[in-house]
Nanobody, 118 residues
Framework: QVQLVESGGGLVQTGGSLRLSCTAS????????MGWYRQAPGKQRELVAG???????RYADSAKARFTISRGDAKNSVWLQMNSLKPEDTAVYFC????????????WGQGTQVTVSS
Protein backbone atom coordinates (compact mmCIF):
# COMPACT_ATOMS: atom_id res chain seq x y z
CA GLN A 1 0.00 0.00 0.00
CA VAL A 2 3.02 2.27 -0.06
CA GLN A 3 2.99 4.42 -3.16
CA LEU A 4 5.78 6.75 -4.19
CA VAL A 5 4.43 9.71 -6.14
CA GLU A 6 6.91 11.69 -8.22
CA SER A 7 6.64 15.05 -9.90
CA GLY A 8 8.83 17.74 -11.39
CA GLY A 9 10.14 16.20 -14.58
CA GLY A 10 9.95 17.96 -17.91
CA LEU A 11 11.80 19.47 -20.82
CA VAL A 12 14.64 21.90 -20.19
CA GLN A 13 17.51 23.34 -22.17
CA THR A 14 21.16 22.57 -21.51
CA GLY A 15 22.30 24.43 -18.42
CA GLY A 16 18.82 24.63 -16.99
CA SER A 17 17.44 23.33 -13.71
CA LEU A 18 14.69 21.02 -12.52
CA ARG A 19 13.53 19.95 -9.09
CA LEU A 20 12.12 16.47 -8.68
CA SER A 21 9.83 15.63 -5.78
CA CYS A 22 8.76 12.30 -4.33
CA THR A 23 6.33 11.66 -1.51
CA ALA A 24 5.28 8.33 -0.06
CA SER A 25 1.52 8.14 0.26
CA UNK A 26 -0.36 5.64 2.36
CA UNK A 27 2.50 5.44 4.78
CA UNK A 28 4.00 7.05 7.83
CA UNK A 29 7.07 4.89 7.55
CA UNK A 30 10.40 6.31 8.46
CA UNK A 31 12.34 4.98 5.50
CA UNK A 32 15.91 3.90 6.12
CA UNK A 33 16.97 5.56 2.90
CA MET A 34 15.46 7.26 -0.11
CA GLY A 35 16.98 8.06 -3.43
CA TRP A 36 16.75 8.69 -7.11
CA TYR A 37 17.68 6.39 -9.96
CA ARG A 38 17.52 7.04 -13.67
CA GLN A 39 17.28 4.95 -16.79
CA ALA A 40 18.09 6.21 -20.26
CA PRO A 41 16.91 4.35 -23.40
CA GLY A 42 18.98 1.22 -23.96
CA LYS A 43 20.82 1.59 -20.66
CA GLN A 44 20.58 0.05 -17.23
CA ARG A 45 18.97 1.82 -14.34
CA GLU A 46 21.61 3.63 -12.30
CA LEU A 47 21.74 5.36 -8.94
CA VAL A 48 21.87 9.14 -9.16
CA ALA A 49 21.72 10.10 -5.49
CA GLY A 50 20.62 8.63 -2.19
CA UNK A 51 20.15 9.89 1.32
CA UNK A 52 19.95 7.95 4.55
CA UNK A 53 17.66 8.61 7.47
CA UNK A 54 20.50 10.39 9.27
CA UNK A 55 20.78 12.79 6.34
CA UNK A 56 24.01 11.45 4.90
CA UNK A 57 23.85 11.91 1.09
CA ARG A 58 25.59 9.93 -1.61
CA TYR A 59 25.98 10.92 -5.27
CA ALA A 60 26.99 9.27 -8.48
CA ASP A 61 30.08 10.90 -9.96
CA SER A 62 27.93 12.30 -12.77
CA ALA A 63 25.73 14.11 -10.24
CA LYS A 64 28.33 15.53 -7.89
CA ALA A 65 28.51 19.34 -7.76
CA ARG A 66 25.37 19.65 -9.90
CA PHE A 67 22.61 17.78 -8.04
CA THR A 68 21.47 18.06 -4.44
CA ILE A 69 19.32 15.51 -2.67
CA SER A 70 17.32 16.37 0.44
CA ARG A 71 14.64 14.82 2.64
CA GLY A 72 11.70 16.33 4.44
CA ASP A 73 11.37 16.43 8.21
CA ALA A 74 8.68 13.76 8.02
CA LYS A 75 11.23 11.50 6.32
CA ASN A 76 8.73 10.27 3.74
CA SER A 77 9.60 12.86 1.09
CA VAL A 78 12.70 13.37 -0.97
CA TRP A 79 13.73 16.01 -3.47
CA LEU A 80 16.39 16.20 -6.12
CA GLN A 81 17.54 19.63 -7.20
CA MET A 82 19.26 19.33 -10.57
CA ASN A 83 21.32 22.22 -11.88
CA SER A 84 23.53 22.67 -14.94
CA LEU A 85 21.65 19.94 -16.73
CA LYS A 86 23.24 18.24 -19.72
CA PRO A 87 21.73 16.25 -22.59
CA GLU A 88 23.24 13.10 -21.08
CA ASP A 89 21.02 13.62 -18.03
CA THR A 90 18.03 12.78 -20.21
CA ALA A 91 16.31 9.74 -18.72
CA VAL A 92 13.34 8.53 -16.75
CA TYR A 93 14.00 9.28 -13.10
CA PHE A 94 12.64 6.91 -10.46
CA CYS A 95 12.16 7.52 -6.77
CA UNK A 96 13.28 4.69 -4.49
CA UNK A 97 12.68 4.02 -0.81
CA UNK A 98 14.12 1.38 1.50
CA UNK A 99 12.47 0.25 4.70
CA UNK A 100 14.34 -1.98 7.11
CA UNK A 101 12.16 -3.97 9.45
CA UNK A 102 12.31 -7.73 9.88
CA UNK A 103 13.64 -7.67 6.35
CA UNK A 104 14.47 -5.06 3.76
CA UNK A 105 11.56 -3.72 1.77
CA UNK A 106 12.07 -1.71 -1.41
CA UNK A 107 9.62 0.58 -3.14
CA TRP A 108 9.69 2.36 -6.51
CA GLY A 109 7.86 5.25 -8.04
CA GLN A 110 6.40 5.16 -11.52
CA GLY A 111 9.09 7.40 -12.98
CA THR A 112 9.17 10.92 -14.33
CA GLN A 113 10.71 11.91 -17.65
CA VAL A 114 13.54 14.43 -17.73
CA THR A 115 14.59 15.64 -21.17
CA VAL A 116 17.48 18.04 -21.67
CA SER A 117 17.71 19.58 -25.11
CA SER A 118 21.00 20.69 -26.62
Amino acid sequence: QVQLVESGGGLVQTGGSLRLSCTASGSDFDFSAMGWYRQAPGKQRELVAGIRKDGDPRYADSAKARFTISRGDAKNSVWLQMNSLKPEDTAVYFCNALLLRDELYEYWGQGTQVTVSS
